[in-house]
């Protein structure tokens, strides 16, 4: 059976790319309550960036050294559109 973390597909990618920062951002909104954290998230945008940072270490740690490319590429897609999204519909 092979490994599925090391398949190379598009698709692939851009479910981990939808997934880690969905899960990320559940974890912040969890979180939203503590005084730490309403410290550091006055700016409504930065919850959302610290969400996708997830994508940027898997596209690191775990692309790179296996040369997913395919995979890799999705990731970098959605992550630059969520990107992009923030910047245009989060005031």
Known sequence: MKNIFKT??????????ILLPALFYGVIFLLKET??????FL?????YFVALI????VM??????????KSGRGVLAVTFVLFMAVFVFIR
């Not at 997830?54 to 270490?57: A, G, M, V, Y």
Request: net charge positive.
């Open 35 to 40: 005084d730490i954290v309403v410290k550091l």
């Open 60 to 69: 690191r740690f775990l692309f790179v050294p296996y040369k997913l490319d």
């Open 54 to 57: 997830p994508n940027l270490i």
């Open 8 to 17: 190379d597909f598009y698709l692939l990618g851009i479910g981990y790319a």
């Open 43 to 47: 700016n409504p945008k930065v919850p």
